[in-house]
């Protein structure tokens, strides 16, 4: 079983539509998560943390369950701009915190 | 804002050469990390750095591996005889505590021939 499982779309929406991602791990040890966005060839850039009781930020909402190892991103009212990889990222902490990272979810967003 | 650097941007290397990937943290960071990513895999953790020793390595940081910060501001990934294979981008990223925000540099892509 993969550590960390995201559906690798693509998912293509029109501007302005709702989507979400899901993602689920299997380490129980994880004590950090994150969605980062990866635009083509550039590097991981932290989008959010994930806390337990659910984050919000702008357009953006989190939600981490953690009986079920499962963590979600939603996204309103998207944006051209929006288009990119989302990477669901678990952390084991230890001392050092290794990130764990999914394969990547890709939204094209379009006119 | 501050930001991590990486150098070179790109490196073309033939196989059994020795690279050296050079990377400039956060300035007040003291947890230190490289990760690799083959072109259309996912970002992999390779190891992490902490106190002028390393804290953990994954089982592609094998013997041709070895990291070291010479100076107070460099963070080096060295390979000592690259192979096909290690061609990839090359991630360098800090963080200020080891629980809180990872922050990546722009990568070094390598290519071995």
């Known amino acids: 079983r993969k550590e960390v499982e995201q559906d690798p779309g693509p998912f293509n929406v029109p501007e302005g539509a709702t989507v979400a991602f899901n993602c689920t791990y299997s380490?129980?040890?994880?004590?950090?998560f994150f969605w980062y966005r990866q635009d083509c060839r550039k590097e991981p850039k932290l989008l959010m943390s994930?806390?337990?009781s659910g984050n919000e930020d702008g357009r953006f909402t989190a939600q981490l369950n953690r009986a079920s190892q499962y963590i979600s991103l939603l996204i309103r009212d998207s944006k051209l701009s929006d288009s990119a990889t989302y990477l669901c990222?678990?952390?084991?902490?230890?001392?050092?915190?290794?990130?764990?990272f999914g394969a990547g979810t890709r939204l094209a967003v379009h006119p | 804002e501050p930001e991590v650097t990486q150098t070179p941007s790109h490196q073309v290397t033939q196989m059994g050469q020795e690279v050296i990937l050079r990377c400039v943290p956060i300035?007040?960071?003291?947890?230190f990390y490289w990760y690799r990513q083959i072109l259309g895999q996912k970002v992999e953790f390779l190891v992490s750095?902490?106190?002028?020793?390393?804290?953990?390595k994954s089982e592609i940081f094998d013997d041709q591996f070895s990291v070291e910060r010479p100076d107070g501001s460099n963070f080096t990934l060295k390979i000592r005889s690259t192979k096909l294979e290690d061609s990839a981008m090359y991630f360098c990223?800090?963080?200020?505590?080891?629980?809180?925000?990872?922050?990546f540099g722009p990568g070094t892509r390598l290519l071995v021939l």
């Open positions: 380490n129980s040890a994880s004590q950090s």
């Open positions: 300035s007040n960071h003291l947890y």
């Open positions: 990222v678990v952390g084991v902490t230890g001392g050092y915190n290794k990130l764990i």
């Open positions: 994930v806390y337990s």
């Open positions: 750095f902490y106190n002028n020793e390393i804290s953990e």
């Open positions: 990223a800090s963080s200020a505590r080891d629980i809180e925000t990872q922050y």
